[in-house]
Nanobody, 120 residues
Framework: QVQLVESGGGLVQPGGSLRLSCAAS????????MGWYRQAPGKQRELVAT???????NYADSVKDRFTISRDNAKNTVYLQMNGLRPEDTAVYYC??????????????WGQGTQVTVSS
């Protein structure tokens, strides 16, 4: 079994900051790419940022220069530092990871989601 557990969401005022964390646990052999996605009410889930196993990052245009994705491979954890938050960033944020596990198999895993609300 493999699990992704997110934390760090909440309510913040416009211009504020939050840091999301997502820890992977279970029968993990290798974690390849990790990422964050979000889904606002009435909208499709969209990519926020991804990071490869070697640290190459990719961001949605809407969050470039405001959000930073990072990972700690020793802790099987990915982070999303969100600065300059805007009301349009309000969404449920989901962690995603491409994981090779035992028994052998490579699968795409998702966390349960954490709510981020940006409002005054």
């Amino acid at each position: 079994q493999v699990q992704l557990v997110e934390s760090g969401g909440g309510l913040v005022q416009p211009g504020g900051s939050l840091r999301l964390s997502c820890a992977a646990s279970g029968n993990i052999l290798v974690i390849y790419a990790m990422g964050w996605y979000r889904q606002a009410p009435g909208k499709q889930r969209e990519l926020v940022a991804t990071i490869s196993a070697t640290g190459t990052t990719n961001y949605a245009d809407s969050v470039k220069d405001r959000f930073t994705i990072s990972r700690d491979n020793a802790k099987n954890t990915v982070y999303l530092q969100m600065n300059g938050l805007r009301p349009e960033d309000t969404a449920v944020y989901y962690c995603n990871a491409d994981i090779l596990r035992t028994p052998a198999g490579r699968y795409d895993y998702w966390g349960q989601g954490t709510q981020v609300t940006v409002s005054s």
